[in-house]
């Protein structure tokens, strides 16, 4: 099986653990006598989610082995994903405001300011585009021995 699969499925499975830990939150207390406490087995749904974690340990497991790679621009993607959300949060407030209540006029200035940002953060997303082409290759062209019944 490709990686790029494989990713699909953990991404699944993921979605399918956090649907029944809900559904068992949720239907293991029930008003005795409620029709809808006898149309849900939490018992059957606990089986499934043991099965279903099992099977997700497993498929990480691979999937990192397959990974070891390209795992350092996997973290630089990380990284600079990060950086980016970072400079969104820097204030590029300046020149002269009012604030507070009273609305006093206060002069702000920056070290950075908008337009230096912007193109600091189009430089890191030009290498994440770069980063993320890599990674796709990568998941589109690397087997995983993974794909028999038992483990999908």
Known sequence: MKLYKALKIRKSLIGDINKLKEEIKSHNSFLVGSKNSERYNVNEAYNQLFNKVNNLVALKYVINEANREIQSKIYLLSE???LIAFLNEISVKEGVQA???????REYAVHLNEYEIKK?????QTKIDALQDEI??????TD???GNEENE
Do not use: C, S, V
């Open 144 to 146: 995983i021995p993974w």
């Open 99 to 105: 604030i507070g209540y009273a609305e006093q006029l």
């Open 136 to 141: 796709d290759i990568f998941n589109h062209t």
């Open 80 to 82: 600079y994903k990060a």
């Open 120 to 124: 600091m953060i189009e430089k890191y």
